[in-house]
């Protein structure tokens, strides 16, 4: 596989649900980024990995919990969600911050619906 | 507050048509902007433009930079149906505590009609 890769790509849950979403890069970098993509919005930012340390983390609710076990893999961890949650998760990848440029390859995406 | 402004919203146009795509910026110290293509789920790379003045092309499309009036436009020249998509321009601010932070705007949605 290549590129940055997402699962589930649709997920449902209830608000009382606990389920977490998976990203894995195959491009060698060494920072990982959850966004969050709302209809008519742009592009939130919520978590940044680099050497799988968070550095950013743009204040989301702690029913958010992100996991980076090593430079490949990012996970969202999901537990009682509201149904404004409900959005476009994407997942991207880049070399770290501050080593040239930050341009960010995104995965496909994980389309959350939250009951 | 740093913040990145598209335009139009959406735009519908037929074949062979040429669009220009504009994008806005306001940030505090500017590192580099970035031009994406979203079709379906997840958004492409188009362009990285850092410097002013300095015209970025791939095939029909093309994108430059001004760095004096914070904006950037990006140019389809004939378009094809296959350009239809949303277009997404973000800023990269400089600085270290920025944490590869990149601020997108809304995007423009284009439809190219046959």
């Known amino acids: 596989e290549t590129g940055v890769t997402q699962t589930p790509r649709h997920l449902v849950m209830g608000m009382t649900n606990k389920k977490s979403l998976k990203c894995e890069q195959h491009?060698?970098?060494?920072?990982m980024y959850w966004y969050k993509q709302s209809a008519k919005k742009p592009l939130e930012l919520m978590f940044v990995?680099?050497?799988?340390?968070?550095?950013e983390n743009n204040s989301v609710p702690s029913r958010f919990s992100p996991e980076c076990p090593n430079s490949s893999h990012l996970f969202l961890h999901l537990h009682t969600l509201q149904p404004e949650d409900s959005a476009l998760y994407l997942c991207?990848?880049?070399?770290?911050?501050?080593?040239?440029?930050?341009?960010?390859?995104f995965g496909p995406g994980t389309r959350l619906t939250v009951l | 507050e740093d913040k990145v402004v598209q335009s139009p919203l959406s735009l519908v146009v037929h074949e062979g048509d040429t669009v220009t795509l504009n994008c806005s910026y306001e940030?505090?110290?500017?590192?580099?902007l970035l031009w994406y293509k979203q079709e379906k789920k997840a958004p492409t790379f188009l362009f990285m433009l850092?410097?002013?003045?300095i015209e970025k092309k791939s095939g029909r499309l093309s994108s430059i930079l001004d760095k004096k009036e914070l904006f950037s436009i990006l140019n389809i020249t004939a378009t094809q149906t296959g350009d239809s998509a949303i277009y997404l321009c973000?800023?990269?601010?400089?600085?270290?505590?920025?944490?590869?932070?990149?601020?997108f705007g809304q995007g423009t949605e284009l439809s190219v009609k046959p």
């Open positions: 973000a800023v990269e601010p400089l600085g270290y505590n920025q944490g590869g932070k990149l601020i």
């Open positions: 491009l060698g970098h060494n920072a």
């Open positions: 990995y680099s050497l799988e340390e968070r550095v």
């Open positions: 940030v505090t110290n500017f590192r580099s």
């Open positions: 850092t410097s002013s003045g």
């Open positions: 991207a990848s880049s070399h770290p911050p501050g080593q040239g440029y930050n341009e960010q390859f």
